[in-house]
């Protein structure tokens, strides 16, 4: 542990903002910076713009995520053809080797080298900013899907499924009525206004809370690295070492935070190398991506999140814990590799946190006096997160074409009455519309199966 804590003092990211108190200075190398501040070292180097690559002058030039071949775009030809070459040999070794453990182990191997390839590829595709690497990861992608269907499809149909590889898949849409009216009427009910809560929600503090949660409940602390010559596919994407107290490094995680042309408008988590046990005894280390879209910081003041992208970091960053968590001996079923509503429990835990009093109270400061986000304002967020709770709970019941309409839940086949919402075999009490199995708990309506769930 103590080599990251050592690279991170290379990296200046005691530079961060001014704050209210002084831990030191964050002496490294026996010289204190020139700043006082509060924020913790990861929390610094996310809340201090980056200065640019000028180590980038020395040292050859690395792959991208340390791949060496991933150097320039033609390389992504040169890792399919290799990978496709260890699927011909690893399915042939499938073919005469006896049914038994052996050939788990076997077609593990062939999914992992098939995955390395074809996640990679996957996130390079829409997340790079250059043409040509995107294209060229895009002509990966098709080779690989050709080699699954013309030599494994049978074989691992079901493996590509929960490894999250699909060859023709058809878009599901989902209900995005649901959350907006929501929003809406949490802001006006709770005065739930942006810019009065982004000065409290710096990326690095929201960062720094993060680590305090880890580290309380995981024993697990965050170390900003130094990304190495090439390994990154913009100068923005920060690079975090997961160190466990006990158990050493647990892997990686990309930080693709920012705004940029090209880049997609969605916050998600990309698998780009799933842990495995791998035949010598050692473990292969996770590594992901997880892509958001925040505002670059200004001259005056840096990141600042909404209260729903705080939520956002927080969720997302759930969902990296449960990839740096999950060592289980065969990759194609660690971490995020299972079924989606599993794959959601970490995540949706996170939010949960992300609207405690008890954890928000840890970080949320302001980032220019140091000032704790008054408890009152903390109170009023947490509050607004249970409007609509039931509408919500629906949702996650899979009802899709639920609907919100003035405040109320509507299904389909139900009608408004006196502003209620009615169905067939609902009743009115209380002004409250009671479905068989609903029962009135705290001004919601609460299903039987979800007051059991508590």
Known sequence: MLRYGRKLCGLGA??????????GGLLCGGRARGVSTSWSPVGAAFNVKP???????????????????????????????????????????????????????IFDELSDCLCRVADLADFVKIGHPEPAFREAAEEACRSIGTMVEKRVAELFMFD????????????????????????????????????????????????????ILFNKLLGITLYAEQPAKGEVWCDDVRKLAVVHESEG?????????????????????????????????????????????????????????TPGMMENLFHEMGHAMHSMLGRTRYQHVTGTRCP?????????????????????????????????????????????????????MQLQDGVPGLQLLDDQCISPGMQLLDDQCISPGMQLLDDQCISPGVQLLDDQCISSRSAAAG
């Open 14 to 23: 005691g530079a961060a903002l001014r704050g209210p108190t002084d831990r």
């Open 51 to 105: 200065q640019g690559r000028r180590w980038d002058l020395l040292g050859e030039r690395q792959g991208l995520f340390g791949v060496p071949e991933l150097s320039t775009p033609e390389g992504f030809h040169v890792t399919q053809k290799e990978a496709l070459r260890k699927t011909e040999w690893l399915v042939e070794r499938a073919c005469t080797t006896p049914p038994g453990p052996q050939t788990v182990l």
């Open 160 to 211: 590509f499924e929960i490894s999250g590889i699909h060859l023709d898949e058809e878009k599901e849409l989902m209900p995005w009525d649901p959350p907006y009216y929501s929003g809406v009427i949490r802001a006006e009910r709770y005065n739930i206004e942006p810019s009065l809560y982004c000065p409290f929600f710096s990326l690095g503090a929201c960062m720094e809370g993060l680590n």
């Open 249 to 305: 490094l647990l892997g990686y995680i990309y930080c693709d935070f920012f705004q940029r042309a090209n880049k997609p408008h969605q916050d998600c988590h990309f698998t780009i190398r799933g842990g495995r046990l791998k035949e010598d005894g050692s473990y292969q280390l996770p590594v992901v991506v997880l892509m958001l879209n925040l505002p670059h910081s200004s001259r005056d003041s840096p990141t600042l999140l």
């Open 340 to 392: 989606t509503d599993f794959a959601e429990v970490p995540s949706i835990l996170m939010e949960y946190f992300s609207n405690d009093y008890r954890v928000v109270s840890q970080f949320a400061r302001h980032y220019q006096t140091g000032q704790p986000l008054p408890k009152a304002m903390v109170s009023r967020l947490c509050e607004s997160k249970k409007v609509c709770a039931a509408a919500e």
